[in-house]
């Protein structure tokens, strides 16, 4: 479960503000937002979309190196995606599908929401990073 969480927490964490930096190339305030789960699927299956750069459906290694570098390179970043991509390929292909990518993010936003209610509230994001990084969320 810890695994799911530290390999997913990115795409539910970094997701909508992702999707709305890769359509817009500015960065969206969605921290303070609640997230329901279908906006959460829709905004994956956005980004899945920008990912697949040619559109055959699958998220290659090479088309994720192509994206970390449109985002400097950031190590963190890098790691963070490298684990992402090796969680949600699941039958181990070497690329990730877009019943893949829906499936992590589903997984991912059923594992952090707390109260399982559907929705996603800034506080239950906020644990959920405290928790993939060891620390415990401010109060």
């Given amino acids: 479960m810890h695994r799911l969480l530290v390999a997913a927490l990115p795409l539910l964490i970094a997701t909508p503000a ?20 279908a906006d959460a699927l829709q905004r994956a299956a956005l980004i899945f979309g920008q990912l697949d750069r040619n559109q055959d459906g699958f998220i290659t290694q090479d088309e994720l190196a192509a994206f970390t570098k449109t985002m400097g390179d950031n190590p963190r970043m890098v790691g963070r995606v490298t684990r992402m991509f090796a969680s949600a390929d699941a039958n181990h292909d070497g690329k990730v599908s877009a019943a893949e990518a829906q499936a992590q993010a589903a997984a991912a936003f059923d594992t952090v929401d707390a109260n ?21 969320p401010a109060q």
């Fill in 18 to 37: 992702l999707a709305q930096e890769i359509s817009t190339g500015q960065a969206a305030p969605t921290w303070q937002n609640a997230q329901t789960k």
């Fill in 116 to 136: 399982h209610d559907g929705i996603l509230t800034p506080e239950e994001r906020q644990a959920a990073r405290a928790a993939a990084s060891g620390t415990q």
